[in-house]
């Protein structure tokens, strides 16, 4: 796709609270080379990053659970079952994934490998997702974790093996797209 195929007409805020939403006006250029005005809401929360700890002689995976209020009444009770993950604030990566998944499961790892990045909603979402693996076990817990309180973080640590967790995709009691990704690749490549 040539550079030249987007030119943007106005952008208008229309909300920057604790997030950014965006109205963009702007003109494409259709692959017959004709050009169309089109308009779309962008929701710009930074990006993010996403970690799946995992346990190789035990063949489990740690994850968390936390309320998660924009799924709460849309056929979910809310509580999210999900891998550790937090917005960078400009952080890199492999930085904030670091102290991300101490602060919510309470584990310290040393290495962690980048597997992929994702778009998750790019209909409407600007966030880039960095998605990590890392091994854990009994020994690299350094704390209880559960995240910022002062935040309303109130997150639950759970143990899980692989299969169980996989069983919990197909049942409908792990529902969060990061998760069931890396579920997926851990089955195919690391377990
Ligand atoms: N006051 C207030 N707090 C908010 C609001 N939205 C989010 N927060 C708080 O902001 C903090 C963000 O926590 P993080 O752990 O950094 O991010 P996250 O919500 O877990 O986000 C991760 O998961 C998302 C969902 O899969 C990902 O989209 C994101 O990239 C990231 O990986 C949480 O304490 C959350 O409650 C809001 O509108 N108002
Ligand atoms: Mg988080």
Redesign the pocket.
């Known amino acids: 796709m040539p550079d030249d195929h987007i030119r943007i007409h106005q952008v208008e805020t229309l909300s920057d ?3 950014l939403l965006k109205k963009t006006t702007f003109d494409y250029r259709r692959r017959d080379g004709s050009w169309q005005r089109q308009t779309r809401e962008t929701y710009d ?6 970690i799946l700890l995992y346990n190789r002689a035990r063949r489990t995976v740690l994850l968390v659970r ?1 309320f ?1 209020f924009p799924t709460y009444g849309n056929g979910h009770d809310g509580f999210l079952i ?1 891998t ?6 400009r952080a890199s990566p492999e930085e904030r994934i670091k102290a ?1 998944v101490e ?2 499961t309470g584990y310290r790892v040393g290495e962690v490998r980048k597997v992929f990045e994702a778009f ?1 909603s790019p209909g409407s ?1 600007t ?1 880039r ?1 960095y998605f990590f693996v890392a091994e854990y076990d009994a020994a690299s817990r350094a704390s209880e974790g559960g ?2 309180a002062e ?3 109130d997150i639950e640590v759970l143990e899980l093996p692989l299969e169980r967790a996989l069983q919990m995709i197909a049942s409908g009691e792990i529902a ?3 998760t069931i990704m890396l579920l997926q690749y851990a089955a195919l490549h690391l377990l």
């Not at 550790?84 to 604030?89: N, P, V």
């Open positions: 609270d604790w997030f929360r930074g990006n993010g990053a996403t936390q998660r999900e550790a993950a937090g917005l960078l604030d991300e602060e919510e998750m979402v966030e997702l995240g910022i935040e309303g973080e969060d797209g990061k």
